[in-house]
């Protein structure tokens, strides 16, 4: 099983609303990341965690909360969001070895589209 | 900081013609190198990826090659169908610290094949 799941595919919300999104993942991955991809441009990197810690924040707003929950489990949770949030939200997962400099290969789901009105 | 340029943004091609896909890097320090294809709308499926001490890397018609020393890469697709049809992005993975690894995208090529 090489898969990793969003939900939901697709959010609609207003700037007062307070959504989460959603990946799981079997895999035994110890890394997971959130993306956010704006049409027509490369993924962009939020968020890395590994071994369930934050170990990367890459100048995210605060209206942008991640959680890992454990290891399968990654949230991201969204409040206050601006019109220009507006993206598709990508989640992806590797193995990566503590300490031993294996690079593992990442695998994303189909992520999540998140219109803000 | 990592720079990865993919060349060309676009390429049109007749279907059954053999094409190469360009990607280069500006910082050789890498642990692996991951091609994507990109679906309109959907996410990213890892099509191949070369560890860093490995020069090419095979799945059916396609074949990635990877010269660290030089910061390229190449994405040959052979006897291209309609349904290659898709953007292919290259990444490239680094150390970033705290035993996390990031990857540095390029802005893909997009492909179309003509029936």
């Known amino acids: 099983d090489t898969e990793v799941t969003q939900t939901p595919k697709h959010l609609v919300m207003g700037m007062t609303n307070k959504k989460s999104l959603k990946c799981e993942q079997h895999?035994?991955?110890?890394?997971m990341y959130w993306y956010k991809q704006k049409a027509k441009k490369p993924p962009e990197l939020m968020f890395v965690y590994s071994y369930e810690k934050l170990s990367i924040n890459e100048s995210v707003p605060s209206r942008f909360s991640p959680e890992c929950p454990n290891s399968s489990l990654l949230n991201l949770h969204l409040h206050a969001l601006q019109p220009e949030d507006s993206a598709l939200y990508l989640c992806a997962s590797s193995q990566e070895g503590r300490g031993q400099g294996i690079a593992g290969e990442l695998f994303f789901g189909e992520g999540s589209r998140l219109t803000v009105l | 900081k990592q720079e990865v340029t993919q060349i060309p943004a676009a390429l049109s091609v007749p279907e059954g013609e053999n094409l190469v896909l360009n990607c280069s890097f500006t910082d050789s320090a890498i642990y692996n190198l991951q091609w994507f294809r990109q679906d309109p709308g959907k996410g990213l499926t890892s099509l191949l990826l070369i560890q860093s001490s490995q020069r090419e890397q095979t799945s059916g018609r396609l074949n990635a090659s990877l010269d660290k020393s030089s910061g390229r890469s190449t994405l040959y697709i052979a006897a291209s169908q309609p349904g290659d049809s898709a953007t292919y992005l290259c990444?490239?993975?680094?150390?970033?610290?705290?035993?996390?690894?990031?990857?540095?995208f390029g802005k893909g090529t997009k492909l179309s094949v003509i029936p």
């Open positions: 990444a490239v993975k680094g150390y970033s610290g705290a035993g996390s690894y990031q990857l540095t």
């Open positions: 895999m035994g991955h110890r890394a």
